[in-house]
């Protein structure tokens, strides 16, 4: 029942894959609250230049033929059914936006037992990949385009020993609440915090880089990228 340890630190939530994968959460604990922090900071500050990944209309195109022809794993309406997300292998989860048109990779998860979405409101939901007896991984969305994630809380039933194996993970948020906008987790330290939803667009890196560190640059957001040959870019996205 060891899972696979989600890294939230401020380079890793900037970095998110161009799909979201869901992942097992297994290892070591290395999240600091610090880290979640300033990534909440960061999510909030980016200006319009944040990147929305949103899929073509053949994209679109596509998954509303499956609607209609009821061949989908599963599907979730938002409250006033103007959005949803569906499922299409039962191990994804694609927004899409029935008035735009347009849809966006929440997840997409080829290992998972099965992917599933519930939402909190119009425009916020959880989706998570159930992946053993009491072991959870769960992803939270904002629309059109935000992904995010709790640190992950460990249980031990049997013993409090901090050093011993924890019995079962997850990272399900104990609150979310639309109206205030705002979420609360456990830290890493097993203590409760509470954030504020992010509201802009999660930035994607290019295809096979992931994140050195991000900086301000004459109020320019710069993220310095590396591959796994070495190789650099810095990529400066606009003001914030």
């Known amino acids: 029942m060891r899972l696979k340890r989600i890294i939230l630190s401020l380079e890793s939530v900037i970095t998110l894959a161009d799909h979201l994968i869901l992942k097992n959460i297994r ?103 159930s992946c053993g007896t ?13 992904v995010f994630a709790c640190p992950v809380h460990e249980y031990r039933i049997e013993s409090l020993d901090e050093h011993q194996p924890p019995d079962y993970y997850h990272n399900r948020p104990l609150l979310i609440d639309p109206n205030r ?6 830290d890493a330290e097993n203590n409760i915090q509470v954030f504020p939803l992010p509201k802009k667009a999660t930035i994607h890196p290019p295809m096979g880089y992931l994140s050195e560190k991000a900086e301000i640059r004459d109020n320019k957001l710069t993220v310095i990228y590396k591959n796994i040959q070495g190789k650099i870019q810095n990529i400066t996205y606009g003001k914030i």
């Open 134 to 146: 009491g072991c959870a991984n769960v992803v939270i969305f904002v629309a059109p385009a935000v």
């Open 27 to 129: 290892g070591r604990r290395i999240i600091l609250i610090c880290q979640v922090f300033l990534t909440f900071i960061l999510l909030n500050w980016i200006d319009s230049y944040a990147q929305l990944q949103s899929n073509n209309s053949t994209s679109f195109d596509k998954l509303i033929k499956k609607i209609n022809a009821h061949t989908l794993c599963d599907i979730k309406y938002n409250p006033s059914k103007t959005a949803a997300i569906v499922n299409d292998d039962c191990r994804s989860a694609i927004y899409i936006n029935f008035k735009t048109k347009k849809t966006y990779t929440i997840a997409d998860d080829k290992l998972a037992n099965h992917i599933f979405a519930t939402w909190i409101s119009d425009i916020i939901a959880t989706v998570e990949n």
């Open 181 to 186: 906008k705002i979420v609360a987790c456990y």
